[in-house]
């Protein structure tokens, strides 16, 4: 039976629902070293584990009110707000691009950006199991129909790991110490496998204009680190989604009318 788009777009994003709910587990438990699997979702005050129906996306955080059934603290907003967003990214791609590989691939790439930036924003950390589990997830979905194929992939995961190398390297020399975290370069090989080095160029561009306009001048004054993950994964989801209409408007801008 084939579906009616909607009726897919609807199936991919409950599907999406379910996996915000697991990627909510993975940037608070991998960041921290800690299993994904065991011990089971608990309550962080009370400890008390939180049953099946209250752990259903979004729908068990409404009906709790955003509270522990048994101490009554507060439940982050963030819980919801990830399971709808990764809901969004699944059902989008699939309006987008139909019940294909290329719905797949940009769901996943979509994921493991959102997944980055939560655990950056939160723990200055990008845990390997987004980077270099999402290099070799990239790669692997480069043998499928759509997107860049395995060399450019290939290629891509290269460029990405050693410009950012260089980059942290040179910086290091420059200012006495570590410009950039290790976290960092792997990203930017997953972003590579993904985007190929087009991507790369773009994402990092994006990435460091975003940091520098956003992060920048709180950086500055207050003397934190920025979290560059953060900017190079909305770098990476802006530049998949409309790379193409992002180079053609700049060189409009630029060059005039071709």
Do not use: H
């Amino acid at each position: 039976m084939i579906l009616e788009p909607w009726m897919a777009a609807l199936v991919a994003g409950l599907f999406g629902l379910c996996i915000g709910s697991f990627l909510n587990v993975c940037s608070l438990r991998w960041p921290q070293d800690e299993s994904v699997i065991s011990p089971p979702s608990r309550c962080p005050r009370c400890g008390t584990g939180i049953r099946w129906r209250d752990n259903l996306p979004v729908l068990g955080w409404l009906l709790l009110g955003g509270k522990c059934r048994e101490c009554q603290a507060r439940i982050s907003i963030q819980y919801p707000l990830v399971e709808l967003a990764t809901g969004a990214a699944w059902a989008g791609m699939v309006l987008l691009n139909g019940v294909e590989w290329e719905a797949l691939r940009g769901a996943l790439l979509l994921t493991i950006l959102l997944g980055i930036a939560l655990s950056d924003a939160r723990f200055y950390i990008i845990p390997d199991q987004f980077s270099v589990g999402g290099a070799i997830l990239g790669f692997a979905l480069a043998f499928l129909p759509g997107g860049v194929d395995w060399l450019q992939a290939l290629t891509g995961a290269a460029v990405g790991f050693f410009l950012l190398w260089f980059v942290a390297w040179a910086g290091e020399k420059v200012f006495k110490k570590e410009a950039m975290g290790g976290g960092d370069i792997k990203m930017m090989a997953m972003v590579g496998a993904f985007l190929g080095v087009p991507g790369v160029f773009l994402t990092l561009f994006l990435g460091s204009f975003l940091g520098a306009v956003i992060f920048g001048p709180i950086s500055m004054k207050t003397g934190k680190l920025v979290p560059f993950g953060i900017f190079l994964a909305v770098g990476a989801a802006a530049t998949y989604l409309f790379g193409p209409a992002l180079v053609d408007w700049y060189l409009g801008w630029a060059f005039g009318p071709r």
